[in-house]
């Protein structure tokens, strides 16, 4: 058994070339038997990734704040606090925070990550 203490964890800036504004990640250490990284990730008012797409899907869960998600070819929805959302593997997608508000998530991002251009609509 693994236990990882989120107060023991560091908070890093996520890479700015994939993120529309200031994010902000604590990474819980990824594992390989699934493949699996979990991290709880938050974004300032607005910001927002870029498109991008797991190879074995992610699982999002809102833990405090206003979010937006969108997949392609979709209308993009709000999320809220308690909010759970499932990308299937190779979905294209994006998420981040709602204009105006901040917003935090798990995510387990299950897989590799793919990092596609960035979001022109809202």
Same mark, same amino acid.
């Given at each position: 058994?693994?236990?990882?203490?989120?107060?023991?964890?560091?908070?890093?800036?996520?890479?700015?070339?994939?993120?529309?504004? #200031?994010?902000?990640?604590?990474?819980?250490?990824?594992?390989?038997?699934?493949?699996?990284s979990?991290?709880?990730?938050?974004?300032?008012?607005?910001?927002?990734?870029?498109?991008?797409?797991?190879?074995?899907?992610?699982?999002?869960?809102?833990?405090?704040?206003?979010?937006?998600v969108?997949?392609?070819?979709?209308? +993009?929805?709000?999320l809220? +606090?308690?909010?759970?959302?499932?990308? #299937? #593997?190779?979905?294209?997608h994006?998420?981040?925070?709602?204009?105006? +508000?901040?917003v935090?998530?798990?995510?387990?991002?299950?897989?590799?990550?793919?990092?596609?251009? #960035?979001?022109?609509?809202?």
């Amino acid at each position: 058994m693994r236990i990882t203490r989120g107060a023991d964890l560091t908070t890093t800036p996520m890479e700015p070339d994939n993120f529309s504004g #200031p994010a902000r990640r604590k990474d819980y250490g990824r594992i390989e038997q699934w493949p699996l990284s979990p991290l709880v990730v938050s974004f300032e008012a607005g910001a927002r990734t870029s498109w991008h797409r797991h190879s074995q899907g992610q699982v999002l869960f809102v833990l405090e704040g206003r979010g937006r998600v969108g997949a392609r070819g979709e209308e +993009s929805a709000e999320l809220v +606090s308690g909010d759970f959302v499932y990308a #299937p #593997p190779g979905e294209e997608h994006w998420h981040g925070a709602a204009e105006g +508000s901040s917003v935090s998530h798990v995510a387990l991002s299950f897989g590799e990550t793919e990092w596609l251009e #960035p979001v022109e609509e809202s």
